[in-house]
């Protein structure tokens, strides 16, 4: 189920979906999981946004990176993912989204419960 959720201290709703679904997955605050991604950012010399930045960051706090169900990559979505994945917490990467699901709910600024789920990260730790 869709969960409205934007923990931006100025209340954005784009260019940080990337800080929003982490820090609900990590729970931390907008901040401190924005300072950590520029941190490896500037480690990697590369952006905070960046699939490779945002991946190294939630691997260093106990994720591993999972794959997605093969039987239909265009047509799974994330509300598929959520009803599959009661657990959590998760990171679930769309094509240019990312998203944060846990209890089987999906939390965003927007309903993407729509969108294809490409892969996801899952707490192990």
């Known amino acids: 189920m869709y969960r409205p959720y934007n923990p931006n201290p100025v209340a954005a709703r784009v260019g ?12 931390q605050t907008w901040d401190e999981t924005y300072m950590g991604l520029c941190l490896v950012g500037m480690e990697l010399c590369d952006l905070p946004s960046a699939n490779a930045v ?23 979505t994330v509300e598929d993912f959520v009803r599959d994945h009661p ?5 679930v990467a769309l094509q240019s989204h990312v998203v944060a699901a846990d209890g089987g709910d999906y939390f ?8 294809t789920a490409i892969y996801y990260w899952e707490r192990v730790t």
Not at 87 to 91: A, E, I, L, M
């Open 16 to 27: 940080d979906c990337t800080v929003r679904a982490l820090c609900k997955a990590l729970g």
């Open 54 to 76: 945002w991946g190294a960051y939630l691997k260093r706090n106990g994720f591993q990176r999972r794959a997605l169900p093969d039987t239909c990559p265009e047509c799974y």
């Open 87 to 91: 657990g959590g917490p998760y990171v």
């Open 108 to 115: 965003d600024t927007w309903d993407s419960g729509g969108e």
